[in-house]
């Protein structure tokens, strides 16, 4: 069931005029505009849309079943609406049900955890490393998985406050810098004082990257899962957007389209924290509930 | 479109058998089960569903019309599962739709804040009031409305991250303490420094009351909207149930049914913290998204 990720490529390089991709972007809310964010700068010249499932927010406290449910008709929305590859910019999704919308969807998937566990890896000389989220990741233990398998030993904590911490807009608050100490401090103790890679295993926590830079261990390198991905999409990419490209398709900015199932104006406001820059486009979809 | 909230204690009384009455108790997730909890203690000679909306929570941080879906959906749920008289045990639910709900329902609905309004009014003095709550409780004005129209000033504050620290098990913990020092040090600025009144506003808050209690002024009373609202019902009910009931009847132990849209065993172990005691007969619903 698993697409070929290359198959976008080779139907795109098939055509004579080559066309800019459209890439599908979801998360449960915001976070996943960290990703967007990354992807815009990385490869600009592409088209996206971004599905927010802000009315079931947040999926880091929830189950399997209803995580997989959530993002499979997440999914399907994206491909309705033109995306030719998806990246799952969510880290509870890609833990709890990468498989499931692989086996879904009808185009390439990436997800955010096997890039940060392999930027993780290459970048740690102890072959230990700590890796933060919510948590559904770090009861499912996606990251260790992943980690493992590259030769690295991991310990994943859960750290359900920093979520909602960045949503209060906290983000360099003594309150946040005092609970970031205590998770980082339970998360390097017990024979993990040597661990050296820190992973930002929510799309929420690259907002907190000035504080949790202070709080962890001086010796310890931070690896945003958010960055990894977006090098990881624009690895499958880029090869094809720089050749056969005609300039004035190149130039142009990219079309950005939003989706949210909750608030709109909600969206709007509280999503420009997330990604930078001023949200425009955002239309409200209904999931049928 | 409003059911005559006597017809219940009609219907019952009009039978030569008196009945335990169900009572539906409705919340997007735990919180609601301090409610629950009170509703037990003054009333143990009735039977209770409840009905937590764990696969969607929170609604706290949603639009008005998502979480009146959402809430209407609950109620109708309950309804067909027998619950002759309907709690909405969430502040949030109850401030944004329950006026959706009364329109939509067949039976009997109490809400969380027109108690907890009587309640502070009836305790405040100074006639100023401040009220604690998620960020849609306190956008839609419901307590503001309801104390105005007792002759009683309000200031309504959000207060987004005492659920998740209470969530995370923190109720005793020095960051609540400084998260709360916080919020109530701006909710009793500016002119409401003689606030008489303390107004908990969403049912996860009654598990903060001892912290709060030494946070808040010293000149401050609690109102706790769980309790008054368990007050509300029972004064309603509790007439009827002391009248014509068979002492076997009303010796029985309540029976208790809880249904959740997440992870059944999550519900199990988390709601016991909310309840005060075991939570066995807990049945998964899909509410067919």
């Known amino acids: 069931m698993r697409t070929d990720p290359t198959a976008i490529i080779d139907l795109v390089s ?12 979801f998360d449960s809310g915001f976070g996943g505009l960290t990703v967007l964010k990354a992807l815009l700068e990385l490869i600009p010249d592409a088209d996206y849309l971004y599905f927010g499932d802000t009315a079931r927010l947040p999926y880091g406290s929830k189950s399997v079943e209803t995580v997989a449910r959530y993002a499979v008709e997440a999914a399907h929305y994206l491909e309705n609406h033109g995306a030719e590859l998806l990246v ?7 833990a709890l049900a990468l498989d499931r919308i692989i086996g879904a969807a009808h185009v390439p998937v990436v997800g955010v955890v096997e890039p940060g566990a392999g930027a993780a890896a290459s970048v740690s000389k102890n072959r230990k490393v700590v890796v933060i989220g919510t948590e559904a990741t770090v009861s499912s233990h996606a990251y260790r998985k992943a980690l493992e398998a590259r030769g690295v030993e991991a310990r994943e904590k859960a750290c359900p406050l920093l979520v909602p911490l960045v949503e209060e807009g906290w983000v360099e608050h003594g309150v946040t810098e005092e609970v ?4 980082l401090g339970e998360a390097f103790a017990d024979g993990f004082g040597d661990a050296d890679v820190l992973v930002l295993g929510c799309t929420h926590y690259p907002l907190l990257k000035p504080l ?8 310890v390198s931070i690896v945003d899962s958010a960055e990894s991905t977006a090098r990881a999409v624009a690895e499958r990419l880029q090869k094809l957007l720089t050749h056969e490209r005609k300039d004035e398709e190149r130039r142009r900015l990219p079309r950005i389209k939003f989706f949210a199932t909750d608030s709109v104006e909600k ?15 955002v239309r409200h979809v209904d999931l049928k509930e």
Chains 1, 2 share one sequence.
């Open 14 to 25: 098939a055509t004579m005029t080559p066309r800019r991709p459209t890439i599908g972007v």
């Open 88 to 94: 799952i910019a969510c880290n509870t999704a890609t």
């Open 180 to 183: 970031a100490r205590i998770y």
């Open 212 to 219: 949790l830079r202070r709080v962890a261990p001086e010796h």
């Open 267 to 281: 969206f709007r406001r509280l999503g420009e924290r997330f990604l930078g820059r001023a949200i425009e486009d």
